[in-house]
C-alpha cells in the first residue's frame, strides 16, 4: 500500500466533513469556510519523550494528540472547527495500528464537531511522531493577558491525576483498582473544556489558560503576561482523591501533582467576582464542577497560602518538554 | 536556556507581524483575521528521509521546509498568510543552528508576506522532524479536479533540477561547476509560483497543482481528479539545460528527472486556450516562463508521446515518501 492509498483508507475511518469544508484531504490544500477571528495552534508529541507505547494506547494517542490542540482552542474560548494530522511513521507500524490511531482521531474530532481537512503521512527511522493542528472560530478570544486585581482565580475540574495516572501506567506505584483506572483515564484519555471554555468567553472571564504544563507554570503565565499577583489558597486546590491516595502511599504532597504534574487540560481563569458569579451557575447546568483557588492582586508573581497562613512563592518549574530527558520522566515533582 | 526561553529568542528573529495578526506566538493559540475561503496545508520532513546535514544547511531547511506548504497554497491560487511550524529537535541541535533554521523561515515567510502565528518546540531521541502548517485565502481556489478535454497542459519554469540537485549534493555525479551550484541551489531552496499561483485563478484556469512527486505522479492526479486523459509531448517538456548536461554523463534519459523526480515546486496546470493564451502574456509580464506541454482529451490515463510519435502510458510512480527506504534514495528514476 503506497501514501496515498494509505492516506485513502486512513481518512475513510473519519466522518464526512461539514458543509463549511469545501475540499477536504485529496488536492494540494484544503478549502474551508470560517469566521474570523480564528484561533490557530500545533502540538507535537514524540514516542519516548510525550509517550511509549507502555503509557498509552494506539487509539488514545490519537485521541490525546488532537484532544492536547483542541484544548488550547477551548482555553481562547474558542470552537474548534478543522484539524490537519502529520505523523511520521517508523517501521513496525502497520495500518492496523494506524487505524486505531484514527479511530481515536475519529471520538475526538466527532465529540467536538471538528473536521480532519488534511495531513501529511510519512516514514521515520526514529521514534513516532505526531504534530496536530486545530483551527477554531472564537468570537470573544480570551488571552491569558487580562486578569486583574481583584479577580477570583478558578479551576475547572479535579487537577494531578493525569502525571498520578502516569505513574500507575508505569506500574511505579499502586492505588486501588477503580483508582488505577481513572487516574490513568486522566492521563490517555483528558477532557478538553470546550463548552466551558465558551461559556467563559460570552459571560466576559478575563484570562483563561489551558494546564497543560501544571498549575504553577499555568498561574505564573497569567501573572506574567497580566502584570499582576496570583494568590492561591493550598486548602482550595481541588486535587483528584486518587490522586491524594497515592501521594499518602508515596509520602509525598498531593499537591505537587497539581502543581507541577501537567497535562491535566483543565482551565485556569480569572474573572471579576459578579462574572465569575455567572460562570458558577453557568458551568453547574453544563455539569462542570468550577471552584476558586485564589485572587489577583496589585504586583507580581505567584505565592500559595498554607493552612497555617504561611505564604510560599510558587515558582514556573512545571512540566517543561524541552528540558526533559528524552525517556518519559516520573520525577516531576 | 527553557523551551520557552528559546522560542522567544528564535521567534524573535522573525519579522513583526501584519496587522490581521491579533495575537501571535505565546499564548494558547494565536488569534487572526482571514477572508474565507481558507486553504490549508501541512507537511513534515524528517531527518534521513527528506533530507540529510550533508544535502541542505539548515538556513535552507527552514526557508524549503515552509517553501513546500507555500507552495500547496500557490497551487491553489491562493496567498499565503499564516504559518505555524512544529520542531522535534534531537540532542546536538544548539541554539546556533535553530537560528540559522530560523533566519530560512524568515526569508520565506518574508518574501511572501506570511506570518509565523505560532509552534512547537520538543525534544526526540530520533531524527529531526520539521511540521510546517501554513494557512492562506484563495478566493477562487483552483482544483486539481477542474481539467476537461481541450484543455492546454502547461508547466511553469523548468523541471528536473531538484532531483538532480540531490545527486549532485551527494557527490554522486558531476556537472560543470556552475551548473552545480544552479541545481543544488534547485534542490534547497524551491521558488514557491505564488505570483503566477494566484494569476491562474484570476485568469480561470481550470486545474491546477504545484509538482512536489514529479510531472508524471501530478498528471496523473489531474487525470484521475478531472477524468480526463492527459497527453502530453514529450520534446516539449521544459528540462534544465544542467539536467540534460547530467544525464549525458550519465547516459540516462533527462526527462526520468522531470517526470519521477519531483520536489521542483513548479506549477502544472489545465485551462482552455483562450484562457492559456491570456495567462502565457500576463505570466510574462512577472517573468515566469510557461510552456505547453500537451492536451486533455476525453478518456483516463497519461500518455506521453515521443519525437517519433510513439505513445508510452505514463504512471503516477513518483516521489513517494512513504514507500522509499529511511535514507535519502538517489535511485528514484
Redesign the interface.
Known amino acids: 500500500m ?3 492509498q ?1 492516506i485513502k483508507s486512513l481518512t475513510g475511518r473519519l466522518p464526512t466533513p461539514h458543509q463549511d469544508v ?2 477536504g484531504v ?21 514516542e ?3 509517550f511509549l507505547p507502555t503509557t498509552i494506547t494506539d487509539y488514545n494517542l490519537g485521541y490525546k494528540s488532537l484532544a492536547v490542540s483542541v484544548s ?2 477551548a ?2 474560548g ?1 470552537k474548534p472547527r ?1 484539524a ?5 511513521i517508523p ?1 513496525g507500524w502497520d495500518e492496523n495500528r494506524l487505524g486505531q490511531l484514527y479511530d481515536g482521531f475519529r471520538e475526538i474530532t466527532e465529540r467536538f464537531g471538528c473536521d480532519v ?11 513516532f ?1 505526531v ?1 496536530t ?1 486545530v ?2 472560530e ?1 468570537e470573544r ?1 480570551i ?3 487580562g486578569a486583574q486585581p481583584g479577580d477570583v482565580l478558578f479551576v475547572t475540574g479535579m487537577l494531578g491525576g493525569s502525571s498520578a495516572g502516569l505513574e500507575v501506567l508505569q506500574g511505579i506505584t499502586s492505588v486501588s483498582h477503580i483508582g488505577q483506572a481513572l487516574l490513568a483515564q486522566r492521563h490517555q484519555h483528558p477532557e478538553p473544556r470546550v463548552a466551558v471554555g465558551h461559556l467563559c468567553a460570552e459571560i466576559g472571564v478575563h484570562a ?3 494546564i497543560s504544563d501544571g498549575l504553577a507554570s499555568e498561574l505564573n503565565e497569567i501573572s506574567a ?1 497580566s502584570h499582576v499577583r496570583c494568590v492561591v489558597h493550598a486548602e482550595q486546590i481541588p486535587v483528584m482523591p486518587e490522586v491524594k491516595e497515592l501521594a499518602r502511599s508515596k509520602r509525598v504532597n498531593p499537591l505537587g501533582y497539581a502543581l507541577y504534574g501537567g497535562e491535566d487540560y483543565e482551565l485556569l481563569g480569572a474573572a471579576p467576582p459578579r462574572v465569575f458569579a455567572r460562570l458558577l451557575t453557568a458551568a453547574s447546568m453544563i455539569n462542570v464542577p468550577i471552584r476558586q483557588i485564589g485572587r489577583c492582586e496589585a504586583g507580581d508573581g505567584v505565592v500559595m497560602r498554607d493552612e497555617t497562613g504561611r505564604l510560599a512563592v510558587i515558582e514556573a518549574k512545571g512540566y ?5 530527558d ?1 525517556d518519559v520522566d516520573t520525577d516531576r515533582l
Open positions: 503506497d501514501e496515498f494509505l469545501q475540499v485529496g488536492d494540494d490544500a484544503a478549502v474551508v469556510r470560517a469566521t474570523s477571528p480564528l484561533v490557530m495552534t500545533t502540538d507535537t508529541m514524540v519516548g519523550v510525550h488550547d482552542i482555553a481562547m474558542g478543522f490537519l494530522v502529520s505523523l511520521a517501521p481537512i488534511g495531513g501529511d503521512v510519512v516514514s521515520t527511522s526514529g521514534p511522531v504534530t493542528t483551527i477554531g472564537a478570544p488571552l491569558r493577558s483563561l489558560n489551558d503576561a517543561n518538554h524541552f528540558k526533559r528524552t
